[in-house]
Every structure is written in C-alpha cells, then in structure tokens.
C-alpha cells in the first residue's frame, strides 16, 4: 500500500526534506497564497543557506521576513522585494544575494523547469542589466534574451483545498505563483485549508494534478494578513 501524502503538521511535512544549502521555490503574491504554517515550520528547523526562489520577500515579521530575520536566506529570486525593510538591509550590506527577475519572466522560469525546458528566449530585459552577460538572438528582426529555467529541491506551496491524492484547487489570486512553484519542486508540500476524499473534487475544477504533489498538510485557519490597509471614509459621511 502506497504511503498517504497527508502528514499531521507542518514539522512532520518538512522532516527529512529540507537540509542546509537548499534551493526552494515558496509560492504566493505578496502576502495572499503564502504556505504560512510551512513558513514557520521552515524556520524552526533551523536549516541555513537557502536559496528562495519566491515572486517576494514577504514583510517583516511575516512569510519570507520571518527567514530573513532569522539569516537563513543566503540568496532571493525574486521579482519584488519593497516591502521588506530587514531585506533592504541585508541587501545594502552586502550580507544577502539578490537575483532580481521580472515578474513574467519569473514566473515562465519555473513553468518551463518543471516542463522540462531547459531556457527560452523572451524579449523581457533585452537592453537592461537584466540581460548583462547573458546570451541574445534574433528572431523576425527582433532582440530576445536567453533565460535559463529554475528548478527547487523543494518547492512550498498553499492552496484551498486538496484531496488525499494531491490534485488541488487554488483561490483566485494564489493560483498566480503556487502552480508554478509546485511544477519546479523534485519534492513539492502543499498547505491547505480543506482536504477532502480522493474523487469527490469534479475534474474539472482541478488546477493541478497530484501528480506533482508528495505531502499535504492542513492549515484550516491561516492568518492571511494584508500587506496594506487602506481606508477611506464613505462619501456619505
């Protein structure tokens, strides 16, 4: 009988699969879709000298921030990195490694490794220092710049719900990053806030099959802050 995929607690997940010197692809935009309770079962591990491959830094105090506060992020790349003043810090020192990456192209890194595309050609950069030292051709007379795609030895991810097997549905703005980051992962955990019997999810409601998940873990109650809360008073009033 094969192992079941869902483990008690985030701790349990992460046991035996995360060691020092890692590459880690986090899903998530922004604050909304981060894998929280993976997060901050990532930094009571311990482990050091990550390299996180996530569209952002988190804030501080919260998502990646709480990695950063604790040093154990050697390396980011990343595509948006402003609202994190611990990351700002680090960086400026000269103590963090930056590989700064437009969204898109960041994005399409991680699809085409775990498609198995080695690198593509995207005229996003071309003429930028995003494209310093990198290889370019053209194609119908215009300059494209060689990416070369990323993969993860673990990839952590969050969606809505799971069932047993792994095939997973994602709310709204989540499914941005999440699938991609799952895809790049050699072993990807996903947290969830329902998981429910393999067969009751209608096909056609799935965005990503269990196929490319190995561990689930429930997180019914996540905190899911917002990065800023504007307000404005009624027009009313």
């Given at each position: 009988?094969?192992?079941?995929?869902?483990?008690?607690?985030?701790?349990?997940?992460?046991?035996?699969?995360?060691?020092?010197?890692?590459?880690?692809?986090?899903?998530?935009?922004?604050?909304?879709?981060?894998?929280?309770?993976l997060?901050?079962?990532?930094?009571?591990?311990?482990?050091?000298?990550?390299?996180?491959?996530?569209?952002?830094?988190?804030?501080?105090?919260?998502?990646?921030?709480?990695?950063?506060?604790?040093?154990?992020?050697?390396?980011?790349?990343?595509?948006?990195?402003?609202?994190?003043?611990?990351?700002?810090?680090?960086?400026?020192?000269?103590?963090?490694?930056?590989?700064?990456?437009?969204?898109?192209t960041?994005?399409?890194?991680?699809?085409?490794?775990?498609a198995?595309?080695?690198?593509?050609?995207?005229?996003?950069?071309?003429?930028?220092?995003?494209?310093?030292?990198?290889?370019t051709?053209?194609?119908?007379?215009?300059?494209?710049?060689?990416?070369?795609?990323l993969?993860?030895?673990?990839?952590?991810i969050k969606?809505?719900k799971?069932?047993?097997s792994?095939n997973?549905?994602?709310?709204?703005?989540?499914r941005?990053?999440?699938?991609d980051?799952?895809?790049?992962?050699?072993?990807?955990?996903?947290?969830?806030?329902?998981i429910v019997?393999?067969?009751?999810?209608?096909?056609?409601?799935?965005?990503?099959?269990?196929?490319?998940?190995?561990?689930?873990?429930?997180?019914?109650?996540p905190?899911?802050?917002?990065?800023k809360?504007?307000?404005?008073?009624?027009?009313?009033?």
């Amino acid at each position: 009988m094969s192992q079941s995929k869902v483990y008690s607690s985030a701790e349990a997940a992460l046991k035996d699969v995360v060691s020092n010197g890692q590459t880690l692809a986090i899903g998530g935009f922004g604050l909304c879709g981060i894998p929280e309770a993976l997060i901050e079962a990532l930094r009571d591990s311990g482990v050091k000298d990550l390299t996180c491959i996530s569209n952002n830094a988190g804030v501080d105090g919260f998502g990646l921030g709480l990695l950063l506060q604790t040093r154990q992020i050697k390396k980011m790349i990343s595509s948006y990195v402003g609202e994190n003043k611990e990351f700002e810090r680090q960086y400026l020192a000269g103590e963090l490694e930056v590989e700064l990456t437009p969204q898109g192209t960041l994005a399409e890194k991680l699809r085409s490794g775990g498609a198995g595309i080695p690198a593509f050609y995207t005229a996003t950069g071309v003429g930028t220092l995003v494209a310093e030292g990198k290889e370019t051709r053209d194609f119908d007379g215009r300059t494209y710049v060689l990416e070369h795609s990323l993969r993860a030895d673990v990839a952590l991810i969050k969606a809505q719900k799971a069932d047993k097997s792994g095939n997973l549905i994602f709310n709204k703005t989540a499914r941005n990053f999440n699938p991609d980051c799952a895809m790049a992962g050699k072993i990807t955990i996903v947290e969830v806030e329902e998981i429910v019997e393999t067969g009751t999810l209608d096909p056609d409601e799935i965005h990503l099959p269990g196929i490319f998940v190995q561990r689930i873990v429930l997180n019914s109650n996540p905190e899911k802050r917002i990065e800023k809360t504007t307000t404005k008073v009624p027009e009313s009033l």
